[in-house]
């Protein structure tokens, strides 16, 4: 079992001054980079709003290693691998003045949040970091999600039915192929979340998990564009075939028309999927429903933004107004004040 694995008792404690501007280092973060999450924290009771924020942090910074593309795709690994080693040695009570880690790992601690899952937040993000010249791993079902075990499988290109695509990397052969990816980089956020949210019945961590699927799957359609100039296709080669399209298209001037259909049918799924927050909701602690209210709606009217726009996401980024998302927080403090 590796040190982020097990809980452990901590030898060396940062004072509380260290962890209050650790804690404003995170707030900081998460405020400039969580362009939706940081609304749905608002809500919050303060301490659990903290404890959100350096979770973000953390994940925003795997994911600033795993898109920096002024380093090789091995240096990005070993540094990810770094980065989820100090983590580790917080954990084990070695000093740090990382605020991240350490607003992190305080976080970890009054919320009894498993190390694993933390780890899978970092390891998850390693999914993108793939050689250029091999398509992403073909998994086979959805694996262990519990032990963070997704399999290795086979890369897409050895299949020689599939064509490469010069400069881009189509991820996935078939939607469940596409659900583990989901699981590592959104699903495992839904777990950790509803730790701070607060809950006990066992039934919420599948449509913890779910929620988490809506929001990744909102974010494949609204950035098909964007992750196309990073070399990565993340919808399903199965779906893209369905429909007469190949990933070549997305490297010139994509016909927004032509894409349609296969965005559509990732919104279908991403509807069902939205469900899950709103039967997640009993389930979790009276004082952080209205957060998630905030978020599941602010996402949805994300995907039905998009969807009024005939799902046409290939000029200026759909993105919901501050008026938009300030109208939906005020309806989601109405909701924590009754």
């Known amino acids: 079992m590796s040190a982020g694995a097990q809980q452990v008792s901590m030898p060396w404690s940062p004072a509380p001054a260290q962890l209050t501007m650790a804690y404003s280092v995170c707030r900081g973060i998460t405020r400039a980079s969580a362009k939706n999450f940081y609304y749905a924290f608002l809500v919050l009771p303060k301490r659990k709003r903290q404890a959100l924020c350096a979770v973000y942090a953390f994940m925003r910074r795997c994911d600033d290693v795993a898109d920096d593309s002024s380093l090789s795709l091995e240096a990005r690994r070993l540094k990810l691998d770094t980065w989820l080693a100090a983590?580790?040695?917080?954990?084990?009570?070695?000093?740090?003045?990382?605020?991240?880690?350490?607003?992190l790992t305080d976080a970890q601690r009054k919320y009894t949040i498993p190390a694993g899952l933390l780890d899978e937040l970092a390891t998850g993000t390693a999914m993108d970091v793939v050689e250029p010249e091999l398509e992403s791993p073909r998994f086979h079902g959805q694996g262990d999600h519990g032990q963070g075990n997704h399999g290795q499988g086979t890369p897409v290109s050895a299949n020689p039915a599939v064509p490469a695509v010069t400069g881009l990397t189509v991820?996935?052969?078939?939607?469940?192929?596409?659900?583990?990816?989901?699981?590592?980089?959104?699903?495992?956020?839904?777990?950790?979340?509803?730790?701070?949210?607060?809950?006990?019945d066992p039934a919420a961590e599948p449509l913890a998990e779910q929620c988490g699927l809506a929001f990744q799957l909102t974010n494949i359609i609204r950035d098909v564009k964007e992750d196309a100039g990073m070399g990565r296709v993340y919808l399903p080669e199965e779906d893209l075939a369905k429909f007469g399209l190949s990933a070549a298209e997305l490297l010139a001037a994509p016909d927004a028309v032509r894409f349609r259909p296969v965005l559509a049918l990732q919104a279908g799924r991403a509807r069902e999927f939205y469900q899950a927050g709103e039967k997640l909701s009993a389930y979790i602690s009276e004082d952080s429903q209205p957060a998630l209210w905030v978020l599941v709606n602010i996402y949805r009217k994300l995907l039905e933004k998009i969807a009024a726009r005939q799902y046409d996401v290939f000029g200026a980024k759909v993105s919901l107004t501050v008026g938009e998302k300030l109208r939906i927080l005020g309806k989601g403090f109405l909701r924590r004040l009754t």
């Open 87 to 103: 983590l580790h040695r917080v954990q084990q009570g070695q000093p740090s003045d990382d605020p991240i880690l350490l607003a």
């Open 171 to 200: 991820r996935y052969r078939t939607f469940d192929d596409l659900k583990v990816y989901c699981y590592g980089v959104a699903s495992v956020v839904g777990r950790v979340c509803i730790h701070i949210f607060g809950y006990r």
